[in-house]
């Protein structure tokens, strides 16, 4: 490790927000017109019924109530969700206050699916029983990407191998936000993170495609930054039954070292970039859905990973690093292929 | 009521199918197999009702079987060993969440070296977890205790395990009565839980605590479960009445009355000992066994009111209470003695380990070094 | 209270054989304890399981180190039932084999040909003969246990068509087994 | 629903409610001020508020609650929305 290395390290953990173009950010808006006008008109039909209350405990501009709010609208409040550990259960409030209108199960760690499984079953067999009345709650999960992609691995691969009827959210921000932004498996390289202040030398796991190669009812990719696609697959997976999974890729302050405000704004990036996939799955059969698909198939000009990158303050290593053009270039490289993988499933 | 001859997990399995049990996961493990097995092949024909999902861990068996009771469904799992320390976790979230869940557990050794036979260190391993434990000595005791479990875990809102021994009860035939399905009905009506994770009823389960209101859930849970004493007295009362058939105490003594030495242990181990307190009472020594049926919470009263004054207590356990001598049930009996104004001698000794055979001459060379102990 | 002491090879059938001698008891009115043992070994290696009858409740959580009797499910079972320990000669354990000729050992002994009733009514997997059911009914002859109660352990144990055919091996077995050596 | 009213409830249940962090606009050092003259109704703040905090009707904001993100002010395509430093109008 270089002695320059040591520097940016230890500065970046100090204040993560040294070295960002602040003034910048405002000026650069991912919106366009056409865009806009399309949003309103369906967020105008949205249903009213908002499943978190307000005056959570969650940092400010945090994805997950977001998030969740879309959830909300769609599932309704006939639905209970787990949680396992993670920011939004400490963002929930303290015993014996909840911010979330709907039941919650919190469980341990390693069982959000074999819950989301206990009590989907569960309702199965006590309705049936005559013992409580239907209709059956949705059962879903809202589980972060440790809970996900590492810990909670086994649980998850086995009930959608079981084909559970429940809907397994996970929302991703790409670290362990809950405990102080440890790397997690779905960290991308080169990210700082607290641990792997030398910014993180694998690359991150492909979970969505691995839950897609289980082969279960409904697989998604999506993103706070787009609550339409997200209220869409959200409303197609309640009409499914047996597993389904959603990742919700949920940009996050502190652990992507952005001003609170700029959550959204990332998120898009992060689609624009080709860097966050939009596509789902029925049964296998895959769509991929806009703008991934045309920037896939090179119709449309991706975003500047420049900015993407620079933007945040964990990729402060590659920013500052002499051979930041090579590690961008690999960057872009390694979403390319990935992209012409995901045509190839098509 | 009819007679039956079967393996202790078959017994176990048919008082689970008696027991109206809603919600079942479970996952393969030796010597419990064959009671997954069997209730499996109950779902099959249709005789089991319930939901019955075949998991991937016993993690995730005793996640699904707790998410299932917060819903209000009676649940069922069973394990050995390994996959009961593998659970270890949740049993912990069980209690403190107040779920009836009930489980059995057929006792193995646990790693390391691998051994597949009884031993009660899975067990009483989960000690501290909160579950209330009853332990099993014959097929009858299985069969019946999975009704008691229901009843006591249900009236209490804590979890109960029913423990056995591998291989010597689970695979071993041994005759038990059943009891009839109308009678098993009327003893356990369906679950009618205060709070259920439902809709129409609200609530955030387990969300973060502060420490004031979490001392308050953990002394309740304990003081609960000390005066889960006299429910399980209460129902064990009405278990008799309702089948007419006598059910072992707490502490189930037998042999000579007013005996000077008492042997007291649990497990398949308590009813060979029987046949060990008959052997030193030919000897000339007036012996006593005494079967212990609830390890958790520990009958403490029963204890110092069956042991006369100036007796002589010995403990065998099949489990060791690292660093401690002897195991859990030596411990446990010293305490229980502690603050009784009777002088009785108490001493223990672990046996039977990994499934180390305890025949009556084995038990007896153990009794009567500890025996020579005391005299020393 | 009378222990029988089983040795035979893993996937043969010995623990349904338990399981038959135990219901048979049960018919009987007695009272009975069938315990087998197992190793890590799998199908073919060399298992034994313990079996007891009597007129009271039995209190034994053991294995029989010194058996009445002891069942040889192969002629080649004889070593590992001397390793495992009985008394021989003619105040020792009775030993019941399946076979065509006796065993090598003193006391008392009776004779069945299990393989051969086995397989004269079909009751085979591959080239294996399923003996236990045969077994069933020699052993039950010799403890005492009447025919009546095997065949209805075997009625219990076995539905269907494989019911008549295990009946009928049961009892062909129970009339043909004779104590070829000692005793009166 | 069966559900017997006489038990006691012993699991650990906490219940809805509003503002369980408390009143979080003591978290903002900045408020957010919608101009309604330049507010074109794209409801992007609506949907985007991690707090449900403004109104789809009229877009006012709940400030008892909002702990300056500013989500609403980036997101605004109109910058109809504009943050305000505590304590000035």
């Not at chain 1, 704004?265 to 689609?271: E, I, L, N, S, T």
């Not at chain 3, 084999?97 to 069945?112: F, R």
């Not at chain 4, 703040?45 to 002010?73: H, M, N, Q």
Request: charged share 20%; net charge negative; hydrophobic share 40%.
């Amino acid at each position: 490790m270089s002695e320059k290395m040591k520097e940016n390290i230890l500065e970046s953990s100090v204040n993560p927000m040294v070295g960002l173009p602040h003034a910048e950010i405002s000026k650069h808006k991912e919106h366009d017109g056409t865009e806009v006008a399309a949003l309103s008109s369906k967020l105008a039909e949205m249903p009213e019924y908002e499943m978190v209350h307000k005056g959570t405990g969650a940092c400010a501009g945090c994805p997950s109530p977001m998030g969740l709010r879309i959830v909300g609208k769609v599932l309704g409040p006939n639905s209970v969700v787990v949680m396992t550990p993670s920011c939004t259960v400490a963002s929930t409030g303290m015993m014996p206050k909840s911010c979330f209108k709907i039941p919650v199960l919190n469980c341990a760690f390693a069982s959000a699916a074999a819950t989301a499984t206990g009590i989907t079953g569960a309702y199965d067999a006590l309705i049936e029983k005559g013992a409580i009345s239907g209709p059956k709650p949705t059962v879903f999960t809202w589980i972060g990407d440790g809970g996900t992609y590492d810990i909670g691995f086994q649980g998850l691969s086995a009930a959608a191998e079981r084909n559970d009827d429940f809907i397994f959210f996970c929302y991703n921000n790409e670290a362990y936000g809950n405990t102080g932004m440890q790397r997690s498996g779905a960290t991308p390289r080169h990210a700082i993170t607290t641990t792997t202040p030398g910014g993180k030398t694998e690359n991150k796991k492909n979970l969505p495609i691995l839950m897609l190669e289980h082969q279960c009812a409904y697989v998604a990719t999506a993103s706070v930054s787009y609550p339409q696609d997200l209220f869409r697959k959200v409303a197609k997976a309640k009409d499914i039954k047996g597993f389904r999974y959603i990742e919700v890729h949920s940009p996050c302050g502190p652990g992507w070292k952005i001003p609170w405000s700029e959550t959204i704004d990332m998120g898009k990036r992060a689609v624009k970039t080709g860097a966050w996939a939009l596509w789902e799955a029925e049964n296998g059969n895959l769509t991929i859905n806009a703008p991934t698909l045309q920037i896939a198939q090179g119709k449309v000009k991706p975003a500047s990973l420049e900015e993407y990158i620079e933007l945040q303050g964990r990729f402060n290593l590659v920013t500052r690093s002499p051979d930041k053009d090579k590690i961008i270039a690999d960057m872009k490289d390694g979403i390319e292929k990935d992209l012409k993988r995901l045509l190839m499933r098509l | 009521m009819s007679k039956r001859i079967e393996t202790g997990n078959t017994a176990c399995a048919l008082a689970v199918l008696a027991a109206g049990i809603d919600y079942m996961a479970a996952y393969p493990i030796t010597p419990q197999t064959t009671l997954s097995e069997k209730i499996a092949n109950f779902a099959a024909t249709g005789e089991f009702t319930g939901k019955y999902v075949l998991v991937e861990s016993e993690h995730s068996a005793m996640s699904a079987v707790a998410a299932a009771s917060a819903v209000g469904a009676r649940t069922f799992t069973a394990t050995s060993s390994q996959g009961l320390l593998h659970m270890h976790e949740i049993l912990h979230y069980a209690s403190g969440g107040r779920l009836p869940v009930v489980m059995a557990n057929i006792n193995r050794a646990v790693l390391a070296p691998w051994c597949l036979y009884a031993d009660h260190q899975d067990s009483i391993s989960q000690r501290d977890t909160g579950w209330l434990q009853l332990f099993c000595s014959n097929h009858q005791e299985i069969y019946d205790s999975v009704f008691l479990a229901y009843k006591v875990a249900e009236k209490v809102d804590i979890p109960v395990m029913i423990s056995y021994d591998g291989f010597l009860l689970s695979h071993s035939l041994l005759p038990f009565e059943t009891v009839d399905d109308s009678v098993i009905k009327q003893y356990l009506p369906d679950r009618d839980p205060a709070w259920r994770l439902h809709p129409d009823i609200g609530g955030n389960f387990s969300n973060v605590a502060m420490a004031a209101e979490y001392s308050a859930y953990r002394h309740r849970l304990a003081d609960d479960t000390l005066k889960s004493l006299q429910i399980f007295r209460d129902s064990i009362k009405e278990y008799e009445n309702l089948t007419g058939r006598k059910q072992p105490d707490l502490i189930e003594a037998s042999g000579t009355e007013n005996a000077n030495v008492y042997l007291l242990s649990m497990g398949s181990m308590a009813s060979e000992m029987e046949l060990v307190a008959t052997e030193l009472t030919k000897q000339g020594i007036n012996a006593s066994a005494l079967k212990l049926r609830l390890y958790r919470p520990f009958p403490s009263d029963e204890l110092v009111n069956i042991l006369p004054d100036g007796s002589t207590l010995i403990v065998l356990d099949r489990n060791i209470a690292y660093g401690h001598p002897g195991g859990v049930l030596y411990m446990e009996a010293r305490s229980a003695l502690y603050e009784s104004d009777k002088k009785i001698r108490v001493l223990g000794g672990s046996v039977g380990l990994g499934g180390v055979d305890l025949t009556v001459s084995v038990l007896l060379n153990e009794v009567n070094r500890l025996l020579e102990v005391a005299k020393a | 209270m009378l222990e029988l002491r089983i040795h035979g090879r893993g996937g043969t059938g010995v623990v349904t054989l338990a399981d038959l001698l135990s219901k048979a008891a049960l018919a009987a009115g007695k009272e009975a304890q069938a315990l087998p043992f197992f190793g890590v070994e799998r199908r073919g290696a060399v298992i034994r399981a313990c079996f007891r009858i009597s007129d009271t409740p039995i209190l034994q959580r053991s294995m029989s180190y010194q058996p009445d009797i002891i069942a040889l499910m192969h002629e080649n079972m004889l070593p590992h039932a001397r390793n495992e320990g009985f008394t021989e000669g003619e105040d020792g354990a009775v030993i019941i084999v399946n076979g065509k000729v006796p065993v090598e050992a003193e006391g008392t002994q009776w004779l069945v040909d299990a393989e051969q009733i086995a397989r004269d009514h079909g009751l085979t997997f591959g080239w294996d003969a399923y003996i236990n059911v045969p077994m069933a009914g020699a052993i039950a002859k010799v403890i005492g246990i009447p025919l009546e109660s095997v065949e209805s352990a075997v009625n219990v144990v076995f539905k269907g068509k494989n019911a008549a055919s295990n009946l009928e091996a049961a009892r062909d077995a129970y009339n043909t087994t004779t104590k070829v050596k000692g005793g009166a | 629903m069966n559900t017997n009213e006489k038990k006691e409830i012993l699991q650990p249940v906490s219940m809805p409610v509003e503002g369980v962090a408390g009143f979080t606009s003591a978290w903002r050092s900045q408020w957010p001020k919608l101009d309604s003259e330049k507010c074109n109704g794209c409801l992007l703040c609506w949907i985007f508020c991690p707090e449900t905090l403004i109104s789809r009707e009229d877009r006012s904001i709940d400030l008892r609650y909002c702990k300056g993100c500013a989500v609403c002010a980036r997101e605004c395509p109109v910058n109809a929305i504009e943050m305000i430093r505590e304590g000035e109008e």
